[in-house]
């Protein structure tokens, strides 16, 4: 391969199709050739330091970290408008000339996918419309249907949006990004296959530095085969080579265990991006920011102040006759072990020495290992079933038909959670999880205590439960925070009300909120790992549940049933009750403007 | 001031017959009033239920320890119990003045109209101008109005209410004038068990001889007998000292009512609440967490005309020694014992004597010059006819206080008061330190004051509470933005706050002293500042000038600089 660049063939081994021309050198490329050429840095690593919206250390060979001048440089633009409204992932400035330029080629594997076509293609274009892709890229379906590129064109297009703030320019943009995106028809398992892409991402790479992207959005079961091909015939010779892959990881501490090392055959740690969408979600990412970044909050984040923590998650439809790749995780799997437990992670662990992704994964990793493996008795849960209303009947889960007649397979769970450190002894985390309920709902809830000794007792009437203070992060729909708090009813009485200070999103930022998988996406390709699951984490995740999923197997405990469209099994407040907690999602909320 | 040894030929004693003294027991529905003179026990019926109506309507929820609130008959058949009853009789002395038009008869009519005054009442207006009971109901009528979300009856509730109306003209001075009201009231009170509350609406030189006169001549035989002043409480320690000596002579601790109005706006009396039932804030309260406090008190308008009172006392002692700082001592006092009044004030007095003595240099003054904008000129404050020419009154002043007890020492508490400036507005602003080691230190650029958390309590204008937090910028960035958690007080009640006055007034009634101020309070408070307004006047210390409609004189931001902060109501945050 001409390299475009030739200081970088000595750190660059020939395409030897051996693990190691996988395991790339991103990581020992060489900085004294890069110091040396300081002129040429400036220019060549201008881009990302602007755009590096996160300003952390980007090991990947074109993302080097922001340099002092331009950080300088930018602080002093950021003085003079401290809180202008975010340029999303800034200016992206081209180089002069194609010879030191660096190029992305994103492979999405599985191309024909419902995940590619409603997720991913449509995040890669608001990257693209959001000039958050670098100058020089190439998105690759890559599928086992036949198809040529103005199929593949077609098909992408139609679920592509702009975003309603910015319809400007929307379909030329359409079209020019669509003119990036090729297909390769080939089997999962062929090496040959991606030999051929290989060669097709070579043409449209030119020359430049190859930086590749592989999203794997496949089966669990071809996963390993994939990374194989890939990683033997198509991976870059002379920039990084990552894969994105999504859950499921395994469905227990061996099955993920085999997986991880499966992977590891063919690529490094840090190759290797484990997605969780919750991670990518706006007000999840935020939670490290209200913890971290306001006096107000850490002071009180332990278990002296906070009574208990309860994460909700629910949706109000069921799985709708795509039960089959559900039917064998359940909920639990599909939910808890990772969503949920990813989010209680950044909620519980302790102060991360600084926001590199590595500090935040070691404190994760912490916590989860300091959580006690899930009991049953602190479990619960629930399948629904059919349900009619207004004549209208909705089917039970298992009158979908790609769930046998006979599945145990909870479509409802509930847990209490408890981390056994210093912070948190004795502090229930409860989960709740489920399909087909009422309403469609993800929320953190913070439940603090009672005010000891409270001078207003009586003003509160008989529970003072409804009287303890609440931080509540609404992370879908509606993004909200709002603080509850007690004050006095106006007026010439003494009775007390529980009002909130509350920020809704929608209300402060006009601008549409971007999708998980834009920010998820962007994090992969400027090498950020802050918000994917590194092996030791999961790890650590699996451990807490895999005893309780084999009992819940074993023992074939049954779910208990509760109606499509319902609040879920009544056994959840038991459970509840058990640690004297209310769940939160109860009390009837205002709503607010 | 008058003399107050001299004329007095009732003992105070005779005075004190308040019933509030009563027993707790009493509001148990006991039927034991006990008078410290040595008239027969009445017996008292208590209704439990218009009681239990009375509080939960009317009350701020303490115990009500006033005898005649608990017993309103109500059925033909309890007739007999009528001779029994009380009656409340409240005399506005300076009747005719501008805050009984503007405050004192509305707010009694908006506390009839919200059905909190006891079933008989009588209002008496009593001035030295001659007016007839007519004209009296006639000049009161033009400023009463109902609340936006009750318009029903209105008319009929103030025609009602009118007819309780009367008026007394008399000199304030004379004990023969101050007998015929007596006699006026006891055919109103109609033998019922007679309450007299005083509304002193008249200027400080004649508080003492309207008070020797009301307790000589006219106070309550059997019943309770307050009063309500209002400040100026004196200029200084010595004549504040010497005006509440002249007061005891005639009255007792608990039946002086010395109003600060501020006490009575909704969000001040929330401030206890927030502090208290909270558990999210309590935690926060001290030194290790608070960086500084301030109390911010803004008019956009200056003196229009009425400088007269205002020149001789200036805008330290009009707002900042009694508001403000009254307002400081319910924000930093230790937790109290229990909400009762007197646990309350215990608090604020031990915090006011923790505070250090205002140091001249601790202080800016201000007064506003002419100001011409577009095509019209404001005047200064030496424009003003009443005003002298070299009139060196503060018309602004900033000031930085310490506590130095355990909990606040080293924080300051600045105060800025101001007339003539750029907007109305009175705000509690609690600014916190910043975060220790903060992982989000590249974020926030060069200013990290910017990126501190700030709670703020918005009394005047759109009561709003509002907690200022850091946050990420939606979007793909990671940018930190400041926003607040809010609560906008109209968007949450929508019904209409009452008036100050009318929730001290009911206070005065019921006999909850919580929100009026104790003598030794006042000296507290005197304390803090004499020395400070001495030396302004000693030194005749020039203040600076700052055009009206400005945001006041450039020393404020000096002063703030000295303690490494910035005064929070310039960000343009109002949400």
Request: aromatic share 10%; glycine share 6%.
């Amino acid at each position: 391969m001409a390299l475009s660049f030739p200081n970088y063939s000595s750190s660059s081994p020939s395409n030897l199709p051996s693990p190691s021309s996988f395991k790339h050198h991103q990581r020992t490329t060489p900085s004294s050739i890069l110091s040396s050429q300081n002129s040429f840095r400036h220019r060549f690593l201008k881009w990302v330091s602007i755009q590096s919206a996160k300003n952390q250390n980007l090991n990947a060979v074109c993302m080097q970290e922001a340099l002092p001048s331009n950080e300088t440089l930018k602080k002093l633009k950021d003085r003079s408008l401290p809180f202008a409204p975010p340029e999303e992932c800034g200016n992206v400035v081209g180089f002069s000339t194609g010879k030191e330029e660096c190029t992305v080629s994103i492979t999405v594997v599985g191309a024909s996918g419902d995940l590619a076509k409603k997720k991913i293609f449509p995040a890669l274009f608001a990257l693209y419309y959001e000039d958050c892709l670098p100058k020089h890229f190439t998105i690759f379906g890559y599928a086992r249907s036949k198809m040529t590129d103005a199929e593949l064109r077609n098909m992408v297009s139609k679920t592509l949006t702009c975003r309603i703030d910015k319809r400007e320019n929307c379909s030329e943009k359409m079209n020019q990004f669509l003119k990036r995106c090729f297909y390769h028809s080939g089997q999962y398992d062929s090496e040959e296959h991606f030999v051929e892409l290989d060669q097709k991402l070579k043409e449209h790479e030119a020359g430049r530095i190859t930086n590749r992207l592989f999203y794997l959005s496949i089966p669990p079961n071809i996963f390993i085969d994939v990374v194989k091909c890939a990683g033997l015939s198509a991976s870059s010779s002379n920039g990084w080579t990552r894969v994105i892959i999504e859950k499921p990881f395994g469905r227990d501490s061996e099955s993920s265990a085999a997986l991880t090392r499966g992977l590891k055959q063919y690529l490094e740690e840090d190759q290797i991006f484990r997605i969780d969408h919750y991670l990518g979600k706006e007000l999840v990412e935020n939670i490290s920011v209200l913890r971290f970044s306001n006096l107000l909050f850490e002071p009180l984040w332990s278990r002296q102040y906070i009574r208990n923590m309860q994460f909700i998650f629910s949706e109000d439809f069921g799985t709708e006759g795509r039960g089959g790749y559900f039917d064998s995780y359940g909920i639990i799997r599909d939910i808890m072990q990772n969503h949920l437990l990813q989010i209680l992670a950044l909620f519980a662990m302790e102060t991360p020495v600084s926001l590199d992704a590595e500090d935040i994964r070691n404190e994760k990793v912490k916590v989860l290992r300091s959580m006690r493996p899930l009991q049953l008795e602190n479990v619960v849960i629930g399948q629904y079933r059919s349900h009619t209303k207004n004549g209208v009947t909705y089917a039970g889960y298992v009158d979908d038909k790609m769930v046998p007649k006979d599945s145990l397979t909870p479509t409802f769970a509930a847990a209490a959670l408890f981390i056994d450190n210093a912070r948190w002894d004795g502090v229930p985390f409860l989960m709740k999880a489920g399909k087909a309920l009422h309403t469609r709902r993800a929320e953190i809830r913070v439940q603090f205590r009672h005010v000891p000794g409270s001078l207003y007792k009586k003003s509160f009437g008989k529970d003072l439960d409804q009287a303890t203070n609440e931080l509540v992060i609404r992370v879908q729909p509606d993004e909200a925070i709002y603080l509850k708090i007690n004050n006095k009813v106006p007026g010439l009485g003494m009775r007390l009300d529980r009002s909130d200070l509350y920020l809704h999103y929608a209300a402060r930022y006009s601008k549409e909120i971007p999708d998980a998988y834009e920010r998820l996406l962007l994090d992969a390709i400027q090498g950020e790992r802050r918000l994917f699951i590194r092996s030791d984490e999961l790890d650590a995740a699996w451990k807490l549940f895999t005893p309780l999923l084999k009992e819940l197997e074993e023992k074939k405990i049954t779910p208990e049933l509760y109606p499509f469209g319902s609040r879920g099994p009544v056994r959840a407040h038991y459970l509840a009750e058990k640690y004297n907690v209310q769940w939160g999602d109860l009390s009837t909320e205002h709503v607010h403007g | 001031m008058a003399t107050c040894s001299s004329s007095s030929f009732i003992s105070p004693s005779s005075f004190n017959n308040d019933p509030t003294q009563l027993p707790k027991t009493l509001q148990k529905g006991l039927l034991l009033p006990i008078r410290r003179s040595n008239i027969p026990l009445l017996h008292i019926h208590s209704n439990s239920h218009l009681r239990k109506q009375f509080q939960s309507k009317c009350s701020n929820g303490y115990p009500l320890n006033a005898v005649h609130f608990q017993d309103v008959p109500s059925t033909e058949a309890e007739a007999e119990a009528e001779a029994k009853e009380t009656t409340i009789s409240i005399t506005v002395v300076g009747a005719s003045g501008d805050l009984a038009k503007k405050k004192i008869f509305p707010a009694l009519f908006a506390l009839f109209y919200e059905d909190c005054l006891p079933k008989h009442f009588t209002v008496f207006g009593y001035a030295r101008s001659k007016l007839t009971d007519e004209e009296l109901r006639n000049m009161i009528s033009r400023t009463l109005t109902c609340r936006i979300d009750k318009r029903e009856n209105c008319s009929d509730k103030m025609v009602q209410f009118l007819q309780r109306c009367f008026y007394h003209s008399g000199q304030y001075g004379s004990e023969e004038n101050f007998l015929e009201l007596d006699r006026k009231l006891k055919e109103k009170e109609a033998g019922r068990l007679p309450n007299r509350l005083f509304y002193l609406s008249i200027p400080p030189n004649i508080f003492v001889d309207a008070v020797r006169c009301a307790s000589c001549c006219a106070s309550s035989a059997t019943g309770w007998t307050r009063v309500i002043v209002e400040k100026p409480f004196g200029r200084d320690s010595e004549s504040s000292g010497e005006l509440t000596r002249c007061l005891k002579q005639y009255l007792t601790e608990d039946q002086i009512f010395r109003i600060d109005h501020y006490l009575g706006k909704e969000l001040v009396e929330n401030l206890s609440v927030l502090r208290f039932s909270n558990l999210v804030f309590e935690p926060l309260w001290s030194r290790q967490y608070i960086r500084n406090v301030q109390l911010i008190f803004s008019e956009d308008f200056g003196v229009e005309g009425r400088g007269g009172y205002f020149d001789s006392y200036g805008i330290i002692r009009d707002i900042m020694q009694n508001h403000l700082l009254q307002i400081l001592a319910l924000f930093a006092m230790e937790t109290p014992v229990s909400l009762d009044a007197e646990d309350i004030r215990n608090e604020k007095v031990k915090v006011l004597r923790s505070m250090r003595t205002l140091q001249l240099d601790d202080v800016v003054v201000g007064q506003y010059k002419g100001h011409t904008k577009g095509s019209k000129t404001y005047p200064s404050y030496t424009d003003d006819p009443t005003i002298p020419n070299h009139s060196l009154t503060a018309t602004f002043a900033a000031a930085a206080l310490f506590i130095d007890n355990a909990r606040w020492d080293g924080v300051p508490f600045l105060m800025k008061a101001g007339k003539a400036l750029h907007n109305r507005r009175a705000e509690i602003r609690v600014q916190f330190r910043h975060v220790p080691g903060n992982l989000y230190k590249g974020k926030f650029g060069m200013d990290m004051d910017e990126a501190t958390n700030e709670l703020v309590i918005r009394v005047q204008p759109d009561e709003a509470i509002y907690l200022t937090i850091n946050n990420k910028i939606p979007g793909l960035g990671m940018r930190l933005d400041r926003s607040n958690l809010n609560l906008l007080y109209k968007a949450r009640y929508p019904r209409e706050i009452p008036d100050a006055y009318e929730r001290l007034l009911l206070d005065a009634m019921a006999g909850e002293r919580r929100l009026f101020i104790r003598s030794d309070e006042l000296d507290a408070a005197w304390a803090l500042f004499t020395p400070l307004l001495k030396e302004l006047e000693e030194k005749k210390i020039a203040p600076e000038l700052y055009p009206y409609g400005s945001r006041g004189p450039v020393g404020e931001h000096y002063l703030a600089a000295k303690y490494n902060i910035r005064w929070g109501d310039l960000t343009s945050d109002d949400s």
